[in-house]
């Protein structure tokens, strides 16, 4: 087992005593835990030591591997010049994860390295680190914008190479927490901040790695965290296994949240493997999207499929998404087709062809879509907003002809007001107009 455990680690400068000048001792608490992983690490001698950084080089629709032999880097933007290290890569083990990813058209390499220099995201980790072992590369690993899967699936490939090449490999997920805890701190009080502490340190105390594939990305920006996507690579590098997790220490003191944990692997487990394969109603959307826009056809359904997606009709919407960004998205309200089955292979080829806000899907993005398919229940009329709840509830909006609707539980959709508003405006409906109003529940596929 090439994997001999992860920590997930904060990279805090004002820890480093030469930055801090005595501030550090606020985060005694972390400054202990943080010696108790250097020790570990070093007890178990690893060759190469993967660290994933959110302030290495970044892109919305790639992920950064450091390339080279090695790099560089000091905190003398933090007036700590003389704190300085020198980084040798893992060329091998960096090849083997670059030939993994080009093998599964995953948007990862060493491309449009922006800035050789080591970021404090790395620097911090390997300042404990160094003081108790140094007989080791390195691997630097940036994050993207892609969706959370895809750090997942780069967390399993760097697994992956690390067995190929039969190197003892150490992962450091380096990031800290929300950084909008306190009132006090650098960037002010969200209610969204400690909300995310609290579940990122219970999921990760638990190792419930599959449960940080949950985390809504709008609820994360609005926790301004920055190191969720580093946790994720980290998990997917246990994908299938048996994980041994323990929390040492979360601190908010300064109001940036700092946690440490330590994640040892137990052996093989079929039970963890997160990447969940999408149902029935998914892959035939996605099978009928690609049948059109590589072939020019509307497929068949398939004899293979649930009764219930041949004997029933009801509205659907297909939504489609790449890296992380809406694509496309068409439905009907209700059923215009003779089951469900047909009604998601016409509107599959709608939402990715005749969308107006987007032009027709190319053959090159199909790699890259994620796919997400609403069956509608029967709608029912209600009196008011009041009646509406924005995550359990879409609604419909009618004034003569005009007819609007929107889904529920879409994010930056918060209250039912919100949510009229936007459907009055898709129906071309003036705010002060009066309107019926319906609500439907959906069967949410993904």
Known sequence: MSILAAFMVPHPPMIIPQIGRG????????????????KQIAELEPET??????????????MHISPGAGARGSFAQFGAGEVAFEEDYDEELREAVCSLAEEEHLPAGTLGERDPYLDHGTMVPLWFIRRYYDDFKILRVGLSGLPLKDHYRLGMMIAKAAQQTGR?????ASGDLSHKLQDYGPYGFAKEGPEYDERIMDVCGRGAFGELLDFDETFCDKAAECGHRSFVIMAGAFDGLAVKAEKLSHQDVTGVGYGICTFYPEGPDESR??????????????ASLESYIRDHKVMPVPDDLPEEMVNDKAGVFVSIHKDGELRGCIGTIGPTQPNIAKEIIRNAISASTEDPRFPPITVSELDRLEINVDVLGAPEEIESEDELDVKRYGVIVSNGFRRGLLLPDLEGIETPQQQVLIAKHKAMISQSENVKLERFEVIRHK
């Open 273 to 286: 493997r997160f990447l969940r394969e999408p149902d029935a109603y998914v892959k035939l959307a996605r």
């Open 23 to 38: 501030s550090e001792a606020q985060i005694e608490e972390t400054i202990t835990a943080y010696e108790r992983v250097a």
């Open 49 to 62: 030591i993967v660290i994933t950084s959110p302030h290495s080089v970044m892109y919305r629709d790639y």
């Open 168 to 172: 003892r490999t150490v992962i450091v």
